[in-house]
């Protein structure tokens, strides 16, 4: 197993771009290392919505003892139709997401789809995400890396895992070592995704932690038309597939109102289930790394 021992660092500490104020607690992130979860709305619909969402993840994420990041997009660029709402855009999203750390006291995570938006980005956020249908942009991954801080890069439903080696390569060249790299899906046939669970072994070998994406792994990409169709009844299932393959952490989606979010209605997941499922998932973790 190549270097995967070697791999370790923390979500919230601060550096890169800015000296941001401590948080209640940073998220360990590792080969090996405990799970974790990202979660929060897809988009951010109001800094009440997230206050409020972000409040429920941390009481989740103590309660059980599964470190979270809170996520949420400041604009959602690859929307399915132009009318769909994208989200209140990079100022006043960073200025909410910048009240939701320092209130509610989480890690952030948000896109960042511009290279010139990364340095803004970072000054307010923990970790950069590059969208999965922007993960082979060389300027916006380097960009991304050159920040300093953490960057989660979601894999491309048209790419395979043995060719996120390539991504990997392009920000440890940037002098970055704390990547994480995210499972989401790839394309089979016409508004479909197939999870290949191996994937996440084959990006493991890489040295980098890997997520899971349960719910946008449930997505049926643009099966309404003007939006994308999916099953987040299956999301469970998948993040727990996923556990026991060996997976780092999960990315979660949720909301309180899925019918009425604004962005992966059909996805998104009820944060009634979060604890319940978050709960499970950490029992299949420790039995599966149990020596």
Not at 63 to 68: F, G, Q, R
Not at 222 to 250: C, D, I, T, Y
Request: charged share 20%.
């Amino acid at each position: 197993m190549s270097n995967q021992n070697k791999t370790s660092f923390k979500i919230g500490t601060g550096g890169g771009a800015s000296d941001l104020p401590a948080l209640n607690k940073p998220v360990e992130v590792g080969l090996p290392g405990p799970l974790f979860v990202i979660a929060g709305p897809c988009v951010i619909e109001s800094k009440e919505s997230c206050l409020d969402i972000a409040g429920k993840v941390l009481e989740i994420s103590t309660k059980i003892d599964v470190p979270a990041v809170f996520k949420a997009s400041f604009d959602k660029a690859n929307r399915t139709s132009i009318s769909s709402y994208r989200g209140p855009g990079l100022e006043k999203g960073l200025q909410i997401l910048g009240e939701v750390r320092a209130q509610v006291g989480l890690p952030i995570m948000t896109d960042v789809h511009e290279p010139a938006q990364a340095a803004v980005v970072a000054s307010v956020v923990d970790c950069l995400q590059v969208p999965a249908f922007l993960c082979r942009q060389t300027d916006l991954v380097c960009a991304c890396a050159r920040t300093g801080k953490p960057v989660n890069v979601k894999k491309g439903q048209f790419v395979s895992p043995e060719e996120m080696q390539n991504v990997v390569e392009k920000i440890r060249t940037c002098g970055n070592e704390k990547i994480i790299l995210t499972e989401r899906g790839t394309f089979f046939g016409y508004n479909s995704l197939v999870n290949d669970m191996t994937a996440i072994a084959v990006m493991k070998e890489l040295g980098c932690p890997v997520v899971f994406d349960a719910t946008h792994s449930t997505q049926q990409p643009g099966g309404l038309g003007s939006a994308s169709a999916g099953r987040r009844e299956m999301a469970p299932l998948l993040a727990k597939a996923a556990v026991a393959a060996g997976a780092n952490g999960l990315f979660l989606e949720v909301h309180n109102n899925p019918k009425q979010s604004k962005s992966d209605a059909a996805t998104i997941m009820p944060i009634d289930w979060l604890e319940e499922l978050l709960s499970v998932c950490k029992k299949i973790f420790d039995i599966v790394r149990r020596k």
